[in-house]
């Protein structure tokens, strides 16, 4: 939770944690928080509308039915743009997200057990693209 909200303005506060083993929809491991986030927008950029999102999509090793690779995508919402150009996801909320993307490349250690990203098959993380371009995000 302390490297996610790096990624948020003070606008959104981190509520809920749930963590799922592969092929569970049980949750393992639930936690409540109430943390405000911590990234600042700076002098030209500004925080976007609700609705839009950041998107940081994750290579795996594995490959569908069909011999397709399976990424995993993760979106963000609060994030901020380029002041002249809203459609541009500014460079250090870009950075940030590549920071935390990297932490959950390189897995949080809990004492005994080293978690990473996953899909829900399995499907282990190994590398991160953070989109340059902000999208629009539906929370469905």
Not at 54 to 74: D, E, F, G
Not at 76 to 83: A, D, E, I, P, Q
Not at 86 to 97: E, F, G, I, K, M
């Amino acid at each position: 939770m302390n490297a996610e909200k790096a990624v948020y303005d003070d606008n959104i506060t981190i509520v809920q944690a749930v963590g799922y083993d592969a092929a569970s929809e049980v949750p393992v491991y639930t936690n409540d928080y109430t943390s405000v986030g911590t990234f600042g927008a700076v002098n030209g950029s500004l925080v976007c509308p609700g609705d839009c999102a950041a998107m940081v999509r994750y290579s795996t090793t594995q490959r569908s039915a069909k011999n397709h690779p399976i990424y995993l995508y993760n979106w963000y919402h609060g994030v901020s743009h380029v002041f002249e150009e809203p459609d541009t996801l500014s460079a250090l909320h870009v950075a940030a997200l590549e920071d935390y993307a990297d932490l959950w490349l390189a897995g949080f250690n809990d004492g005994t057990t080293d978690h990473v990203r996953a899909g829900p098959n399995g499907a282990v993380a190994q590398s991160r693209v953070v989109g340059a371009t902000i999208r629009h995000r539906d929370f469905t």
